[in-house]
Nanobody
Framework: QVQLVESGGGLVQPGGSLNLSCTAF????????MGWYREVQEKQRELVAV???????TYGKSVKDRFTISRVNAQNTVYLQMNSLELDDTTTYYC???????????????WGQGIQVIVSS
């Protein structure tokens, strides 16, 4: 079993910064893509950023040039540096990772519990 533990959320003023982190714990053989999604209206989730095992990132349109995703493979940890935060960035952010627990088994997607980011003056 694998758990994703998120931290770093909270309250920040518009224009401020936050750094989210997420670490995968448990029976892990290998972690492929890691990333962040956030909740939008009607319980949908939109892509914030994803980073592949080789470090190559993909960003959602609304956060590109403001957010930076990175990872430390040896620690099974992904980070999201969020700069120039806007009121519309307020929502719950979810960490996700595709994890293989044995070499012969497929990658399985896991999700964190979610972490609140509130941008308010």
């Amino acid at each position: 079993q694998v758990q994703l533990v998120e931290s770093g959320g909270g309250l920040v003023q518009p224009g401020g910064s936050l750094n989210l982190s997420c670490t995968a714990f448990g029976n892990i053989y290998r972690v492929a893509d890691m990333g962040w999604y956030r909740e939008v209206q009607e319980k949908q989730r939109e892509l914030v950023a994803v980073i592949r095992e080789d470090g190559s990132p993909t960003y959602g349109k609304s956060v590109k040039d403001r957010f930076t995703i990175s990872r430390v493979n040896a620690q099974n940890t992904v980070y999201l540096q969020m700069n120039s935060l806007e009121l519309d960035d307020t929502t719950t952010y979810y960490c996700t990772a595709r994890v293989k627990d044995e070499s012969t088994r497929p990658f399985v997607p896991y999700w964190g519990q979610g972490i609140q980011v509130i941008v308010s003056s």
